[in-house]
């Protein structure tokens, strides 16, 4: 796929994958073998039918091959640019065993760009109004997916949104040069042009309650409201000025578009030389947007790049933009002047030892290792904590022990009657399409308990059951 | 849109205005603080919730303008509208029946100390309350304050008007008499610092407001991290109201100050082109 130049795209913040143009697409698209059991759908979170878009995409029928792409996902332009398809629907591509998988998520947003531009009316059926109204909280991937379901389902929905944009991680998280704003814009109102009302400005947990949601006339609530609080190592100097959640440095860049100030009013500071701490996709995207906001910038991790959890391409990205990546190196400490602003960041040398629980080898510090790195910007890219400003305000909600919302599995269905949750919420910090996952579930149940119905059918328990025993076994074995 | 329904000055910089926002009054709670955007290019500003009118469906905020945004803010009035007011956001006040409590505000905190004294009252405490400030044109709703307090007791720094000193001396006087069950102290971060000073030697517990730089407001960014008692709390969602006793008012502070030089040429820029909004663009 035509690219950007890094050295150009380094400075601005444009989009650095140009995308396909058609023949580029329908070339790619005739690489796919049609599978008679397709692989791919299998390894797809929303699971879209991907062989029958990819066909009508070799036709030539585009508005087809969109059409197709929405019966499944409200998301087609986001998820073709950053769902981690090589782990997913490209990584079981049997043409992947030899040679390049299919450029599955390539074609997807081609799909999806492709429609926007040609103005095409791919839209789904509406089935007729059930007389039932479900309130979303949050609109991120996860509620704008459960959102949209459930009014083609037939039932009135509303989102709240806390933020004055809708769009959840996808507009304060992901940067422009990843996910142009107008796109995700463009996704959100096609849900709205499928009868979904979003209410921005509205925080659920002070604004209204779930409990007064209920008693006012929510007949079931999908609670989506994200990740939350960013954490912090808890070292030294983690609160002098200058130092950043990837969080904050991430919203007043895509959100409030400091890099604008003062056209726009929200200030940023980026100074010469800025450390990320963090390997995870939301580390490269703050490393990437430090960069392109003029800094040298250098990425602390304490692993090897083997273990970064970001997804290759954005680590090339980073790489190829000019990154300089401290691989298998600590923060200890973050050492202020005397005005109380970064001055340096002590680091350790690490080695990789035994496997810890999260499956990757354990870094253990080399002794004696230490050393500054003179350093005006450190942004804290390490992950994120439940955000307690919901769960707190809600009766009979259970939480687990790091205080995210407890859902069935299967199902989503909280502890609190009529109250289904999915996404970060319940995961912790995940992807967009693992969320889009929940989305989907989510309104599944919601459907099933608003009409009366079992939330799982008896094939479905079956199923469940069948893949519980084959993992215990699994588990047994090893 | 959220339209201003009266707009009164109160000095060349101190102002209040009276916003519609009837799911924000609805909800709202002494303690609270809701979060406005004035147009699509500002910043979100986070402002305490001076007095709220749940019939009316509007909510008062008290303003100092320091910089660009809040004297923009400044120049609008009766029937300009905000492009976003997000709120009630933080903790409410925990109010209830203690026994005698000090209230008191420096500059523009006794705006929000009036909701919180005036709950305090309600439920039927005992209510002293110090309006503080540098000069008397500085002096803000002494007369509200008088009509919920059972004592109010007024200083000013330059001694234009009460009593002339800080707002530690009639605490400490208060302290030393005894019979003080809990105090409020809300205003700048280096008055809040040295009440809390004061009060932390009779051991009368004190909680202050703090008002740090935020972005969303809602716990998503950390922004508005402090260290109180050692540890890192977000003013967001664990506050904004704390143990004053266990904040350490240097990193508030210090952080408070993170964006001067950028507030600064913003100002500039802003004054520079005439106040005119969109004057950057």
Known sequence: MPEQPAKQRAAN???????????????????????????????????????????????????????????????????????????????????????????????????????????????????????????????????????????????????????????????????????????VQRECDYVESLGVEIKLDYVIGRTMTVDQMMDNGHDAVFLANGAGLPAFMNIPGENLNGVYSANEFLTRANLMKAYRFPEYDTPIKVGKKVAVIGGGNVAMDSARTALRLGAEVHLIYRRSREEMPARNEEIHHAEEEGIIFNLLTNPTQIIGDNEGWVEEIEVMDMELGEPDASGRRRPVTVDGSERRIPIDVVIVSVGTKANPLLTKSTSGLDLNKWGNIVADENTLQTSKEGVFAGGDIVTGAATVILAMGAGKTGARSIDRYLQGQPLLTPEEEEAIKAADEKAAEKAAAK | ??????????????????????????????????????????????????????????????????????????????????????????????????????????????????????????????????????????????????????????????????????????????????????????????????????????????????????????????????????????VCVDGPEFDGHQVDFDVLMSRQRQYLSQEKESLDLYVECGGDKRCMT
């Open chain 1, 13 to 183: 913040f444009e989009e650095v994958a140009l995308g396909y143009n058609e023949d580029m697409a329908k070339l790619e698209a005739s690489r796919c073998l049609q599978c008679k059991k397709p692989k791919c759908v299998a390894g797809c979170p929303v699971g879209i039918d991907i062989p029958a878009f990819i066909k009508q995409i070799e036709e030539g029928n585009y508005d087809a091959a969109i059409a197709k792409l929405k019966e499944t996902t409200s998301f087609p332009a986001v998820c073709g640019r950053v769902c981690p398809q090589e782990e997913q629907c490209e990584l079981l591509c049997i043409l992947g065993k030899k040679q390049e998988p299919v450029a599955i998520g390539r074609l997807e947003r081609f799909a999806a760009d492709w429609s926007m531009t040609h103005d095409s009316s791919s839209k789904p059926q509406i089935a007729p109004s059930k007389g039932k109204h479900v309130g979303v909280v949050g609109s991120g991937p996860a509620g704008v997916t459960c959102a949209g379901e459930l009014a083609k389902m037939g039932y009135d929905v509303t989102i709240y949104e806390a933020l004055h944009k809708p769009g959840g991680v996808l507009v304060y998280g992901i940067p422009e040069f990843r996910l142009p704003k107008a796109i």
């Open chain 2, 1 to 234: 849109m959220y339209k201003i329904l009266d707009k009164v000055d109160y000095s060349d910089d101190v102002y209040m205005q009276v916003i519609e926002a009837p799911a924000v009054a609805a909800a709202c709670q002494p303690g609270q603080f809701i979060v406005l955007r004035i147009h699509e290019e500002g910043e979100r500003i986070p402002l305490t919730i001076a007095d709220f009118d749940r019939e009316a469906g509007t909510i008062t905020i008290v303003v100092q303008a320091v910089g660009k945004s809040t004297r923009h803010l400044q120049k609008l009035g009766k029937g300009d509208s905000l492009a976003n007011f997000i709120g009630p956001l933080g903790m409410p006040s925990e109010i209830e029946n203690v026994g005698t409590v000090i209230c008191a505000g420096g500059g523009v905190g006794v705006a929000p100390v009036y909701p919180i004294a005036r709950a305090l009252k309600e439920a039927g405490n005992k209510v002293i309350s110090i309006v503080a400030a540098r000069n008397e044109s500085l002096l803000l709703w002494e007369d509200k304050m008088r009509e919920i307090s059972d004592e109010l007791i007024v200083t000013t720094d330059d001694g234009s008007c009460g009593r002339h000193c800080l707002v530690t001396e009639p605490l400490k006087e208060l302290c030393e008499a005894g019979g003080i069950d809990l105090i409020y102290a809300i205003g700048p971060g280096i008055m809040m610092k040295f009440c809390c000073k004061t009060t932390e030697e009779y051991n009368v517990k004190t909680i202050v407001s703090l008002n740090s730089i935020m972005v969303d407001g809602t716990g998503m960014c950390g922004a508005c991290r402090v260290t109180v008692g050692g540890e890192t709390k977000f």
